[in-house]
DNA sequence: GACTGTGAAGCCATTCACAGCT
DNA sequence: AGCTGTGAATGGCTTCACAGTC
């Protein structure tokens, strides 16, 4: 490998793209070429395959690209050719939507464990998932060696959970909290998903139409 | 207004300052200066600065920002000075999850209306709000003159309720199925949110950090 | 002295256009 | 002929650095 300059862009399309490919792949598709799938997903051709030149070359000029070959190469360099763990805490509404989304579980992402520190809600069955005590979550995840961990409970409690987890040793957390967490070592990767900024920008743009 | 090519990533750090500026006018700061502004959301100053320039000019040389002032032009600029209303389709866990969001409520976004196919959870209350039954939407939208529409179905309905939400004269969409709605006409604002996108992001940086 | 507002420079991402294979 | 892979060109966003203002 080259380089680690890759554009975040690029990897969000990545993981588009092989989202795609699944589909294609269930559907008995055998062979693509950057045409198809960039009309598949909404982009133009040569982002396509300017963002596969990144990691290598995956197809046969004059052809295309072999379906089952090239998605098994993007779940590769997307890192999902491992098992990896995630705990959720927050067993809300958001945190049992989240257990149930069957995009994790596709993508071979396992929730291994939910937690909360409503002790109405713990003890509950979500899907395969007892919900256990928040007094908990540090041991578990030490010792069944979590790699993600996802923050579901509301903004006031976002650091704190933080913190749990970054002591506990986790390598990655997801933020759903509607504070942008600040304050976690950058060996730790984060991602803060702000679900208000998107509707924010729709309203955005409905503002804009209308002078 | 002079231009209307804005990087959408300025409306994206927009909406979270104006959210970090609501937080400090609640605890009584009055002034502030885009060096803290950057601090507390974790950009540059001349970034903030440049931000606000595509807007025109809030502040005070050798001051900095009066923090109501400024977090009132931003909620204009972000289109948050009306009331919009919102329905949100599918009462499943992610739909209710939406519907409890402090985020929307505090930002003048209503949710005026739940809905599902499914009969069981017909009736419920969620909040203060009963699900409807799907057949009812198209009318409803119409009627109370819904401005947004919420998607939080499985992917294989994603596209036929957004083919209602459009029908009834939505005027946008932001979709939470993990699919990317391609077939919708360019006057309806549209926002794909991908949760998975965000994990694999994830476990990218992971898998780069390995070797 | 402190801080904003902004043209200009620098940097990064996307698009173009064509050479290289099959 | 058809399609990939890629250097070069373009376009857009961010950072710099300083003039302007209080």
């Given amino acids: 490998m080259k380089t680690y300059k890759i554009p975040e862009a690029s990897i969000i399309r990545l993981s588009v793209y092989s989202r ?3 589909q294609l ?3 008995g598709v055998l062979t693509i070429s950057s045409g198809e799938i960039a009309e598949g997903v909404g982009v133009s051709p040569a982002q396509v395959r300017k963002d596969l030149a990144y990691f290598g070359e995956f197809g046969t000029r004059g052809v ?3 379906v089952k070959d090239l998605n098994r190469h993007m779940m590769k360099i997307l890192g999902l050719n491992k098992a990896w763990k995630i ?3 927050g067993a809300g509404n958001l945190g049992k939507a989240l257990s149930f989304y069957k995009g994790f579980h596709e993508r071979g992402l396992s929730v291994v464990g939910l937690f909360d520190k409503n002790t109405d809600l ?3 069955m979500v899907g395969n998932n007892r919900v256990m005590c928040i007094g908990e979550l540090e041991q578990f995840v030490r010792e069944e060696q979590v790699d993600i961990g996802v923050i579901a409970v509301p903004s006031k409690y976002a650091q704190e959970t933080a913190d749990v987890l970054v002591e506990a040793g986790i390598k990655a957390i997801l933020n759903f909290a509607p504070k942008a967490l600040v304050d976690v ?5 984060l ?3 702000d679900l ?4 924010e920008i729709l309203t955005f743009n409905m503002g804009m139409k209308e002078e």
Same sequence: chains 1, 2.
């Fill in 196 to 199: 208000a900024v998107n509707l």
């Fill in 20 to 22: 795609y490919l699944n």
């Fill in 191 to 193: 991602r803060n998903v």
């Fill in 25 to 27: 792949d269930n559907k």
């Fill in 122 to 124: 713990i003890g509950e």
């Fill in 87 to 89: 705990v959720i805490v």
């Fill in 64 to 66: 295309g690209y072999n």
């Fill in 185 to 189: 070592p950058n060996t730790v990767e």
